[in-house]
């Protein structure tokens, strides 16, 4: 644990809870985002806290940065935060040069992009914020093999779309445009550990509004009353809260497993368990949450929408469950003999299906 950590979240949550509303949100839908927000971030140094210091950065590690991304969720921050850290991230893992400015990222085995003499070629759909950020960094195919690619996307034709959150999700074409960097050919390996830490970006992200609605419901219960009493002394309402207060819990303690798993290098599928174990909790979440809201929940002028919104648009992004789940199967099939116990029971070794690819 970085021992910035406790004045980092300090700072961070304090210029979100102080700048962003439920009216700066809707701003998303209505095709603007927050560039005041991200030159505040950018002044305190957060869109490089865990950059290193050779390279400009803090100089934390992925438990700093991931926390941020856990609370730009929790008051759903309408910056291309995760998607210019992360993808600031994965150029410095992989020796090559961080960006200035914004960013965003696409990372999936589907294989849109062909690299050859030095250009990419191809069409990608729900590439977060494209419309609004300078550089794309994403995978891309050779005949040699797999590669992180960094773009600049003055040469994209981008046509706007939006998720189910009104989020910025576009399609980005290219025609042989020039790469800025490319890396060496990525090994299995290396292209699992990329997909588990997006994940992990992701996770992070849905904790944030997993516990912002979790707020949300517990402060309405207490306000709105029902026969002259506020409706959390009912006891169907109380039984509402505590499972949802349980599920929230699980979604806390799984996030900070996978950020202590992935600061000791010793994730083996702590990731995987986690994003499957995250479709449960916000199925659980999101019907808990609407059902103690009723009607006024999904009314423009509540802010609960906002965030139950993003978690099912988030949930579909990305690599999901589908991918972790098949993972998990294949492992649980080669050890299903007398190597299941010792497998199921140990806790640093890596996993043994890198090469999987989904």
């Given at each position: 644990?970085?021992?910035?950590?406790?004045?980092?979240?300090?700072?961070?949550?304090?210029?979100?809870?102080?700048?962003v509303?439920?009216d700066?949100?809707?701003?998303?839908?209505?095709?603007d985002?927050?560039?005041?927000?991200?030159?505040?971030?950018?002044?305190?140094?957060?869109?490089?806290?865990?950059?290193?210091?050779?390279?400009?950065g803090?100089?934390?590690?992925?438990?700093?940065?991931?926390?941020?991304?856990?609370?730009?969720?929790?008051?759903?921050?309408?910056?291309?935060?995760?998607?210019?850290?992360f993808?600031?991230?994965?150029?410095?893992?992989?020796?090559?040069?961080?960006?200035?400015?914004?960013?965003?990222?696409?990372?999936?085995?589907?294989?849109?992009?062909?690299?050859?003499?030095?250009?990419?070629?191809?069409?990608a759909?729900?590439?977060?914020?494209?419309?609004?950020?300078?550089?794309?960094?994403?995978?891309?195919?050779?005949?040699?093999g797999?590669?992180?690619?960094?773009?600049?996307?003055?040469?994209a034709?981008?046509?706007?779309?939006?998720?189910?959150?009104?989020?910025?999700?576009?399609?980005?074409?290219?025609?042989?445009?020039?790469?800025?960097?490319?890396?060496?050919?990525?090994?299995?390996?290396?292209?699992?550990?990329?997909?588990?830490?997006?994940?992990?970006?992701?996770?992070?992200?849905?904790?944030?509004?997993?516990?912002?609605?979790?707020?949300?419901?517990?402060?309405?219960?207490?306000?709105?009353?029902?026969?002259?009493?506020?409706?959390?002394?009912?006891?169907?309402?109380?039984?509402?809260?505590?499972?949802?207060?349980?599920?929230?819990?699980?979604?806390?303690?799984?996030f900070?497993?996978v950020?202590?798993?992935?600061?000791t290098?010793?994730?083996?599928?702590?990731?995987?368990?986690?994003?499957?174990?995250?479709?449960?909790?916000?199925?659980?979440?999101?019907?808990?949450?609407?059902?103690?809201?009723?009607?006024?929940?999904?009314?423009?002028?509540?802010?609960?929408?906002?965030?139950?919104?993003?978690?099912?648009?988030?949930?579909d992004?990305?690599?999901?469950?589908?991918?972790?789940?098949?993972?998990?199967?294949?492992?649980?099939?080669?050890?299903?003999?007398?190597?299941?116990?010792?497998?199921?029971?140990?806790?640093?070794?890596?996993?043994?299906?890198?090469?999987?690819?989904?």
């Open positions: 644990m970085s021992e910035m950590k406790d004045m980092i979240m300090e700072v961070v949550e304090r210029m979100l809870k102080e700048n509303d439920k700066l949100v809707d701003t998303v839908e209505q095709g985002w927050a560039p005041a927000l991200w030159e505040l971030f950018e002044e305190n140094g957060m869109t490089v806290v865990a950059v290193t210091e050779e390279n400009g803090a100089g934390g590690d992925i438990e700093d940065l991931l926390n941020i991304v856990r609370l730009t969720g929790k008051y759903a921050a309408p910056i291309p935060f995760i998607e210019t850290t993808a600031n991230y994965l150029l410095e893992y992989l020796n090559l040069q961080i960006l200035e400015g914004l960013a965003t990222y696409r990372l999936s085995t589907n294989q849109v992009f062909t690299l050859e003499n030095g250009t990419l070629t191809g069409e759909h729900h590439i977060p914020w494209a419309r609004h950020v300078k550089h794309l960094v994403t995978l891309a195919y050779s005949s040699e797999t590669h992180l690619v960094e773009i600049d996307l003055s040469q034709d981008i046509k706007q779309g939006t998720n189910l959150a009104g989020e910025p999700r576009d399609t980005v074409t290219f025609q042989h445009a020039l790469v800025s960097q490319t890396s060496s050919v990525l090994s299995p390996d290396e292209i699992h550990k990329l997909t588990t830490l997006c994940t992990a970006f992701q996770l992070a992200l849905m904790t944030g509004a997993i516990d912002k609605i979790n707020d949300l419901t517990i402060q309405f219960t207490k306000e709105r009353e029902q026969f002259g009493r506020p409706i959390h002394r009912f006891q169907l309402v109380q039984q509402h809260i505590v499972h949802l207060a349980g599920e929230t819990a699980i979604a806390l303690a799984a900070n497993n950020t202590e798993a992935l600061l290098n010793n994730e083996n599928s702590e990731v995987a368990y986690a994003r499957i174990r995250f479709e449960e909790i916000i199925q659980a979440v999101t019907t808990i949450s609407h059902q103690v809201h009723a009607a006024i929940g999904t009314t423009h002028e509540h802010s609960l929408h906002q965030f139950t919104r993003r978690l099912w648009a988030w949930r992004e990305g690599v999901n469950s589908s991918y972790w789940t098949n993972i998990v199967a294949l492992q649980l099939m080669e050890n299903s003999e007398d190597s299941l116990w010792a497998y199921l029971t140990t806790s640093n070794s890596s996993s043994p299906l890198l090469k999987v690819e989904g």
